[in-house]
């Protein structure tokens, strides 16, 4: 993003692909999304310390030369299941702007509470925070137990059907 707000080409051309399931690989992602386009970067994200270093986070990011097949693979791939899960797919710039408008948004909130004693520093507090954790939590599992989201018929991609690599290579 340059300084004045405006959001580039490179950023208009990057989609964010979230909810991925653990079995996708690097090589499954570039089989799934290169139907749309010429992909001329991808960024597997992993856990690089911890318990969990070495897995892969549950999402990515794919770098096409002109935003039209961002836009297209976007469209295409937003909400088709992998190996079960629905994948979230959005313009890279769309997700900072989304997460932006919601901390803002928390923000503002948290400071029409906080403005009354005198003290704001911009920030949610602990407090909120964890209460915004919590009922995050509280939604996920009350949409789990719901049966969460209903699968769309035909527009299943198995691990088994992206994952034909040699053996070698998963």
């Given at each position: 993003?340059?300084?004045?707000?405006?959001?580039?080409?490179?950023?208009?051309?990057?989609?964010y692909?979230?909810?991925?399931?653990?079995?996708?690989?690097?090589?499954?992602?570039?089989?799934?999304?290169?139907?749309?386009?010429?992909?001329?970067?991808?960024?597997?994200?992993?856990?690089?310390?911890g318990?969990?270093?070495?897995?892969?986070?549950?999402?990515?990011?794919?770098?096409?030369?002109?935003?039209?097949?961002?836009?297209?693979?976007?469209?295409?791939?937003?909400?088709?299941?992998?190996?079960?899960?629905p994948?979230?797919?959005?313009?890279?710039?769309?997700?900072?702007?989304?997460?932006?408008?919601?901390?803002?948004?928390?923000?503002?909130?948290?400071?029409?509470?906080?403005?009354?004693?005198?003290?704001?520093?911009?920030?949610?507090?602990?407090?909120?925070?964890?209460?915004?954790?919590?009922?995050?939590?509280?939604?996920?599992?009350?949409?789990?137990?719901?049966?969460?989201?209903?699968?769309?018929?035909?527009?299943?991609?198995?691990?088994?059907?992206?994952?034909?690599?040699?053996?070698?290579?998963?």
């Amino acid at each position: 993003m340059d300084p004045n707000g405006f959001i580039d080409e490179k950023c208009e051309s990057r989609l964010y692909i979230g909810n991925l399931d653990l079995r996708v690989t690097e090589a499954a992602l570039i089989k799934m999304f290169s139907p749309f386009g010429k992909i001329v970067s991808e960024d597997f994200l992993w856990h690089t310390r911890g318990p969990k270093r070495g897995a892969p986070r549950g999402f990515a990011f794919v770098q096409y030369s002109t935003k039209e097949e961002a836009k297209l693979a976007k469209e295409k791939m937003h909400g088709k299941l992998a190996c079960g899960r629905p994948l979230v797919v959005r313009l890279a710039s769309e997700k900072y702007l989304v997460e932006t408008a919601e901390k803002s948004s928390k923000a503002m909130g948290e400071s029409n509470r906080t403005s009354i004693s005198g003290s704001n520093s911009g920030q949610m507090s602990r407090g909120a925070t964890i209460a915004a954790i919590r009922n995050k939590l509280k939604a996920l599992e009350e949409e789990e137990s719901s049966g969460g989201k209903k699968q769309k018929l035909g527009e299943s991609i198995s691990c088994s059907e992206k994952l034909d690599l040699p053996s070698g290579n998963r």
